[in-house]
């Protein structure tokens, strides 16, 4: 079987146990969701604030989807020894990662759909002025938190401690990022903090694409601080790889 | 070139971590078709010795050869023959026993067929092969990695402990199971630290400790060693004696002759031939004596 093939058949696999798992369907899954409608209750009637809401909540559901579920599952499958086992069969390292990575990347995708659909049935948004912009900063957004969550759980001592781990980034990253309230409102050191962080790049190109329509040339900048992350996590997760468990 | 015969040869081989030698100058052959063991207490150097041969680890000197690959290069064509139970590895939890097993034999280019594994390994009846990997047992689990190490049609299987943990009748049904590889004309290489095991599965074993082979060859000549016989009574005032004759036959007459004229029976009567237990507790307690010195 070739590689690509190989890789189909984990990313399948993957799909299949993913729905089994109520933890990981929830946190990764349902919680943003949870964030979209009660935010969006709570906002009603502010088109303003919703305007800045709904792009967040979408950067925030690609970093859920993907840096905190890789970080926790990596963690999860070294410490378990499933890697050490994978590793021992004539599975290619690429194509197992690449199907694990997918699946991943199929949450995001089908969060920012219902993102879309919810803001255009709910948030008086409409449908977005930007799918190729979208399309744009999903993917990129989707490669740097998805390789910042196999990076960052190479810092991750073990599986207990995952959820601790993950949160000390995902917390702080989307509160200073603008998820909830518009940025502009934020003190500058934390703007600057937040501006040296891929998320609120995400952020600022979607919503782009979904409500303000700023072509992608507006946001060549948003585009250069992720693919840098991106490129830079790229090589932590590869670099800092392990198959099995620390001794 | 290695000879076509053998399916592993390790020569010289050793490992060292920081400032301690887990294996040091380890050398053994396992021939095709073989079941070959490696016996040794805890920290002996066993896994460290079959981590090498499955490609895990790097050695530090020697050479290791496997189906004629060199493991450290971790060759897909080696991996595609080679069937490995690692001493422990967890599974995904959320995906059924048969799924899995599929699963893995769409990894491989000839595999065998699923529900064949899954009758070898013992996990055949359908509410075991539709159950979720989390809700199997020890047991149950380390029947799936045997399974998931047999789907591939492997020429070679590693066995890391394969019972450790085992209840004796889970034991003995693992046992049939090994036996049953040979019977595919498997070659097996088993590590464990159970004698027994060694002596009812192996056709060759290497005794090792503190990285080093004390002894080789197969469990009945190693037994011979001192092949002398034990022979433990007790005599008309009740005290246990024992002892220990090249031949028996002339002492169990006279114990029996005297016992009848007494009119008594000879109680808690027992001849015994040293087991490869007695050997290996012999080899591996003057090690042990030798490091408190």
């Known amino acids: 079987m070739s590689d690509t093939a190989l890789a189909w058949r984990q990313y399948r696999l993957e799909r299949k146990m993913f729905w089994r798992n109520p933890t990981a369907a929830f946190f990764s899954f349902v919680l943003p969701l949870i964030f979209l409608f009660l935010f969006g209750a709570v906002f009603s009637g502010n088109q303003a604030n919703l305007n800045v809401l709904i792009p967040g909540i979408a950067g925030l559901s690609v970093m859920a989807t993907t840096f905190n579920a890789l970080a926790t599952q990596m963690t999860f499958l070294r410490e378990q020894g499933v890697l050490k086992r994978v590793r021992g069969t004539p599975l290619p390292?690429?194509?197992?990662?690449?199907?694990?990575?997918?699946?991943?990347?199929?949450?995001?995708?089908?969060?920012?759909?219902?993102?879309?659909?919810?803001?255009?049935?709910?948030?008086?948004?409409?449908?977005?002025?930007?799918?190729?912009?979208?399309?744009?900063?999903?993917?990129?957004?989707?490669?740097?938190?998805?390789?910042?969550?196999?990076?960052?759980?190479?810092?991750?001592?073990?599986?207990?401690?995952?959820?601790a781990y993950t949160n000390l980034v995902f917390l702080p990253m989307i509160f200073i990022s603008g998820v909830f309230f518009d940025v502009d409102n934020v003190p500058t050191f934390l703007r600057d903090i937040a501006n040296a962080l891929p998320l609120v790049h995400v952020i600022n190109g979607i919503s782009a694409a979904l409500v303000t329509g700023a072509p992608l040339t507006d946001h060549l900048s948003d585009l250069a601080v992720v693919a840098v992350w991106t490129l830079a996590c790229v090589i932590l997760a590869v670099r800092g790889f392990s198959w099995s468990a620390r001794d | 070139m290695p000879s076509t015969e053998a399916a592993i040869t390790v020569v010289d081989l050793h490992k060292s971590y920081d400032d301690h030698e887990a294996v040091g100058g380890v050398s053994f052959e396992v021939a095709e078709g073989e079941i070959f063991g490696l016996l040794g207490p805890n920290g002996a150097g066993k896994t460290t010795t079959v981590e090498i041969l499955e490609g895990y680890r790097a050695s530090s000197s020697g050479s290791v050869t496997v189906l004629g690959f060199d493991p450290a290069e971790r060759p897909r064509a080696l991996r595609e023959r080679v069937g490995i139970v690692l001493q422990s590895s967890g599974m995904y939890r959320h995906v059924r026993v048969r799924e899995a097993v599929a699963h893995w034999a769409g990894l491989y280019p000839h595999p065998r067929d699923v529900d064949e594994v899954l009758k070898i390994v013992g996990l055949d009846d359908e509410a075991q092969a539709t159950a979720l990997v989390r809700t199997l047992s020890g047991g149950q689990q380390r029947r799936l990695d045997l399974a998931l190490a047999l789907i591939g049609d492997p020429d070679l299987i590693f066995l890391d402990e394969p019972t450790t943990g085992f209840d004796p009748a889970a034991r003995r049904a693992a046992w049939m199971t090994i036996k049953r590889l040979r019977d595919l004309g498997k070659t097996v290489l088993l590590t464990t630290h159970y004698l027994e095991e060694a002596q009812e599965l192996c056709d060759r074993v290497a005794i090792i400790k503190s990285g080093k082979i004390l002894a080789e060859g197969p469990p009945s000549t190693l037994s011979q060693a001192s092949a002398r016989y034990r022979v433990s009574w007790r005599d008309e005032t009740g005290t246990l004696i024992s002892d220990e004759v090249d031949d028996p036959t002339e002492l169990l007459h006279r114990l029996t002759g005297e016992a009848i004229a007494r009119g008594e029976s000879l109680v808690d009567c027992s001849v015994v031939r040293p087991s490869l237990e007695d050997v290996y507790l012999e080899l591996t307690a003057d090690q042990a004596s030798e490091a408190t010195q």
């Open chain 1, 93 to 163: 390292g690429t194509s197992y990662l690449s199907g694990i990575i997918g699946s991943a990347a199929t949450n995001a995708v089908i969060q920012i759909l219902i993102i879309i659909v919810a803001g255009k049935l709910f948030f008086g948004l409409g449908w977005p002025k930007n799918w190729a912009e979208l399309a744009i900063f999903t993917v990129l957004g989707v490669a740097c938190f998805a390789s910042m969550g196999v990076a960052f759980s190479h810092v991750i001592p073990n599986f207990e401690a995952a959820p």
